[in-house]
């Protein structure tokens, strides 16, 4: 949520239109880089690199049993109904459904924020004072400041936005983890020891309880995303055989992504003293101090922190722009939630969000351990998203029975087996979502559960719940294809 850095899809009337005028106009391998700037993100790093050489492990087991079915089955959908998750879950199960699942892609944002600006507040104090990464009230602050100021740009509708992901890959992902991983060789090349266990002994997580293996499901937010431009599908030339192609692509550009900065982390920082907000810039500070170019530190932070605010400025407006367009015409929130600004921007929302966000930012000031808060909202963030594809496979599944001779520009193969696989998959990473990591020490188990449980629950059924028990027919108060304004904000 990558480390996602792209916005929730929202409907685009004159982009699908502008797609049938002049098909086939991409390639398999620009889909698959695109896919790769939608999913790859160096934030999620630090979370793997506490397990050493059985991160290579943790990686590749939700990529095969979560990455590909998402990729596979969200290509069919989006080539035989376009409007997104919304329309793919309203058409195979039901509206109520379709709007709890653009809800949760909107929701799980409200948590997204506060942990992805958490990992800048840290990178930032690695500028100023590295004490700082780990002091509460300086994180909750950051995130405020920041948060607010996003809501200010997004606000003027600033078209500039709308490519703000792809640069990030290149500035915030690819040249600084492959500075940290040539760097990594290096350290070991002369000789010196990793922190981290690297034979093969250390292929798989150490088994000390369920909670050994927690982390994981931080895997499925990095892997999030590929539903985002699955849209694109029918504008390859051949559809059948291209997607596969690059998908595949995507797949390995990912791993290699998400997994050779993760090992070079273990190598240089040991796991006890991995910050899971900072542990990216430590790893840096670490190289960088041992090659004598401790100037480049600045460097990387400021590299670390443009992308990750490009992301959250790409992400701000998206999936609110989305849930604005469903309630339009729908009318699922109150109209006040509905209101535009005078750029055509839905600041209702999405100041609504901040005084919320606000409020979970605060718990980084009371709450000691600010890798525990950014693990706990984290898994928040994933809880509530796999909602989305638990809703996603279900519906894949019965559009299959209900309307197989539908127009398909690209059918999944073994539908139903990629679907049950994504699905136990799903489930399971909300079950161990549930148990908190070791790292968490001696905390109470029953107290994290109830937490994650709460966030879950409110956030994920009761909100959507209630503005579907209470809706009014006043509340539609517009059709999103006749407004001027509703078009998605991204390209």
């Not at 892997?223 to 998908?247: C, D, R, T």
Request: include cysteine; charged fraction near 10%; hydrophobic fraction near 55%.
């Amino acid at each position: 949520m990558s480390s996602i850095d792209t916005p929730a899809e929202v409907p685009r009337p004159r982009a699908a239109a502008a797609g049938a005028a002049a098909p086939n106009t991409m390639t398999w391998v620009t889909l698959a880089l695109m896919t790769t700037a939608s999913v790859a993100s160096l934030r999620a790093a630090p979370t793997m690199a506490v397990y050493g050489l059985a991160c290579v492990f943790l990686y590749l087991v939700p990529a095969i049993v979560f990455l590909l079915p998402t990729a596979l089955v969200s290509a069919e959908l989006a080539s035989g109904w376009n409007g997104g998750v919304y329309r793919w879950v309203s058409e195979g199960l039901s509206k109520p459904l379709g709007f709890l699942a653009v809800w949760c892609q909107f929701a799980m944002t409200i948590f997204y924020y506060p942990s992805l600006l958490a990992f800048v507040a840290s990178t930032i104090a690695y500028v100023i004072d590295p004490s700082l990464a780990s002091n509460g009230v300086y994180t909750a602050i950051v995130i405020m400041v920041l948060y607010w100021t996003g809501v200010w740009v997004s606000s003027r509708g600033t078209k500039a936005l709308a490519g703000l992901s792809s640069w990030g890959l290149v500035i915030g992902t690819l040249v600084p983890g492959t500075i940290l991983v040539v760097l990594g060789m290096i350290f070991l090349g002369q000789g010196n020891p990793s922190a981290a266990p690297m034979n093969a002994d250390h292929l798989l997580p150490q088994w000390t309880g369920l909670a050994s293996l927690v982390l994981i499901v931080n895997n499925f937010l990095s892997y999030s995303g590929m539903e985002m431009n699955a849209v694109h599908v029918s504008s390859l030339k051949n559809p059948g055989k291209e997607y596969p192609k690059s998908m595949f692509l995507a797949v390995c550009l990912v791993l290699l992504i998400f997994i050779l900065p993760a090992l070079a982390i273990s190598w240089v920082v040991p796991a006890d003293q991995l910050s899971l907000t900072a542990g990216v810039m430590q790893a840096f500070d670490a190289f960088f101090s041992y090659f004598d170019i401790g100037w480049m530190t600045p460097i990387a932070a400021v590299m670390l922190i443009s992308a990750s605010l490009a992301g959250m400025l790409t992400w701000l407006a998206g999936p609110s722009k989305g849930l604005l367009e469903i309630s339009r015409s729908e009318g699922y929130l109150p109209p006040f939630l509905q209101q535009l600004n005078k750029f055509g921007v839905q600041q209702n929302i999405l100041v609504t969000q901040g005084v919320v966000t606000s409020i979970i930012a605060l718990m980084y000031a009371l709450i000691p351990n600010v890798s525990s808060v950014y693990w706990i909202f984290s898994t928040i963030t994933t809880q509530v998203y796999l909602i989305v594809y638990l809703l996603m496979f279900a519906a894949a599944m019965r559009l299959r029975k209900t309307h197989p001779d539908h127009p398909r520009g690209y059918r999944a193969p073994a539908l139903g087996l990629i679907c049950t696989v994504g699905l136990l998959a799903s489930l399971a990473a909300l079950a161990i979502g549930f148990v908190p990591p070791s790292q968490f020490g001696g905390g109470s188990v029953w107290a994290y559960a109830l937490f994650i449980g709460s966030g879950l629950l409110v956030l994920g059924f009761l909100i959507p719940w209630a503005f579907l028990k209470f809706r009014k027919p006043s509340w539609r108060t517009a059709a999103a294809s006749s407004d001027p304004t509703a078009e998605g904000d991204r390209s």
